[in-house]
């Protein structure tokens, strides 16, 4: 079905109001600092030249800026993780252990979203077009049997939806983990193909995933732009049962849309959905599946030139990660 002329964004997730970004912050204290230090230190000594007595001969020390805040405050992501496993521990740790530093999750996270668990599914797999015999066998779904994984689409020049979705899911784990969550990956360029949709879900339900977000851009003919939502319909079946899903689903997928909208510029899909952004399916395994609440993102049409010509950009990628990041933390009410 297709629907024209859509109507402008939904702005579905207006309350969320992330805090400003820290460059923000850092240009403001900067100024503020610089502006102030001068001031208070002439005035201090414009006091001692025309009392002459000291109140005990220690002048008052201008703060200087800590280094962070001239340099490395652009580190993100894991590395602001990593930066804070200052906490000592209560037992001298063995040189075995600790030389695997560089690869354990940093200390108790800090955050709004410490203490919760979002599962990230990077949508297909470069490796699928190798293995179409295994990606094609069948799996149960609960309600159907399907696919186990599909090769995805590409752009007319041949960028694909499987490279697109792990960098958008490795941008949204970087600015999660920086939140204090912690995130799991049902692959990470880590396996030569799948996982199938089935074991997609699987994880999300093993993790205990307080969301799950999977990743995807679309690939129908020109003209047809914008983003989707894909939210869970209440099915039962088999192994599926989306009934506790489907109510904060919805409402992780609406956030979800109102900040993606709101942090790349982009409208809703003009060819379904209403102009909503939002559309339902009973037809996915990984949603039929799921016990936590899930949804998947569209993140554009990679057949259209327009739409490719922003997901094949680095810096429009990290603006997709922060506004599913922005979504996932206003469900999670961080
Ligand atoms: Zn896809």
């Given at each position: 079905?297709?629907?024209?002329?859509?109507p402008?964004?939904?702005?579905?997730?207006?309350?969320?109001?992330?805090?400003?970004?820290?460059?923000?912050?850092?240009?403001?204290?900067?100024?503020?600092?610089?502006?102030?230090?001068?001031?208070?230190?002439?005035?201090w000594?414009?006091?001692?030249?025309?009392?002459?007595?000291?109140?005990?001969?220690?002048?008052?020390?201008?703060?200087?800026?800590?280094?962070?805040?001239t340099?490395?405050?652009?580190?993100?992501?894991?590395g602001?993780?990593?930066?804070?496993?200052?906490?000592p521990s209560?037992?001298?740790?063995d040189?075995?252990?600790a030389?695997?530093?560089?690869?354990?999750p940093?200390?108790?996270?800090?955050?709004?979203?410490?203490?919760?668990?979002?599962?990230?599914?990077?949508?297909?797999n470069?490796?699928?077009?190798?293995?179409?015999?295994?990606?094609?066998?069948?799996?149960?779904?609960g309600?159907n049997?399907?696919?186990?994984?599909t090769?995805?689409?590409?752009t007319?020049?041949?960028?694909?939806?499987?490279?697109?979705?792990?960098?958008?899911?490795?941008?949204?784990?970087?600015?999660?983990e920086?939140?204090?969550?912690?995130?799991v990956?049902t692959?990470?360029?880590?396996?030569?193909?799948g996982?199938?949709?089935?074991?997609?879900?699987?994880?999300?339900?093993?993790?205990?995933?307080?969301?799950?977000?999977s990743?995807?851009?679309?690939?129908?003919?020109?003209?047809?732009r914008?983003?989707?939502?894909?939210?869970?319909?209440?099915?039962?079946?088999?192994?599926a049962?989306?009934?506790?899903?489907?109510?904060?689903s919805?409402d992780?997928?609406?956030?979800?849309a109102?900040?993606?909208?709101r942090?790349?510029?982009?409208?809703?899909?003009?060819?379904l959905?209403?102009g909503?952004?939002?559309?339902?399916?009973?037809?996915?395994?990984?949603?039929?599946?799921s016990?936590?609440?899930?949804?998947f993102?569209?993140?554009?049409?990679?057949?259209?030139?327009?739409?490719?010509?922003q997901?094949?950009?680095?810096?429009w990628?990290?603006?997709?990660?922060?506004?599913i990041?922005n979504?996932?933390?206003?469900?999670?009410?961080?």
């Amino acid at each position: 079905m297709r629907y024209d002329d859509s109507p402008p964004p939904p702005e579905s997730a207006a309350s969320v109001s992330p805090d400003p970004p820290w460059y923000a912050r850092r240009s403001t204290l900067a100024v503020a600092v610089a502006a102030l230090a001068p001031t208070a230190l002439a005035g201090w000594v414009l006091t001692q030249v025309l009392t002459g007595s000291g109140p005990g001969g220690q002048p008052p020390q201008p703060k200087a800026l800590p280094a962070s805040h001239t340099t490395g405050a652009g580190a993100r992501g894991a590395g602001d993780a990593k930066a804070s496993t200052a906490t000592p521990s209560p037992a001298a740790p063995d040189s075995a252990s600790a030389s695997a530093s560089t690869s354990a999750p940093a200390a108790p996270a800090k955050g709004p979203l410490a203490g919760r668990t979002v599962v990230i599914d990077p949508g297909h797999n470069t490796g699928n077009f190798k293995h179409t015999s295994e990606i094609d066998r069948q799996v149960d779904i609960g309600t159907n049997r399907k696919e186990c994984d599909t090769t995805g689409t590409t752009t007319n020049s041949g960028y694909m939806e499987a490279e697109f979705t792990l960098d958008v899911s490795r941008r949204t784990r970087a600015l999660l983990e920086s939140k204090g969550a912690k995130v799991v990956f049902t692959h990470d360029a880590d396996r030569p193909w799948g996982p199938c949709i089935d074991e997609r879900a699987r994880i999300g339900n093993e993790a205990k995933a307080d969301a799950v977000v999977s990743v995807h851009a679309d690939g129908v003919s020109a003209g047809n732009r914008g983003f989707h939502v894909i939210l869970p319909a209440t099915v039962k079946g088999g192994a599926a049962d989306t009934s506790k899903i489907v109510g904060p689903s919805r409402d992780l997928g609406e956030r979800i849309a109102g900040n993606f909208a709101r942090s790349t510029g982009s409208a809703p899909a003009n060819y379904l959905g209403s102009g909503t952004g939002l559309v339902v399916r009973d037809d996915l395994g990984g949603l039929n599946l799921s016990t936590r609440p899930k949804v998947f993102i569209e993140c554009g049409n990679m057949r259209d030139a327009k739409d490719a010509a922003q997901l094949t950009s680095p810096e429009w990628r990290q603006k997709a990660a922060e506004g599913i990041t922005n979504g996932i933390v206003g469900f999670l009410g961080g």
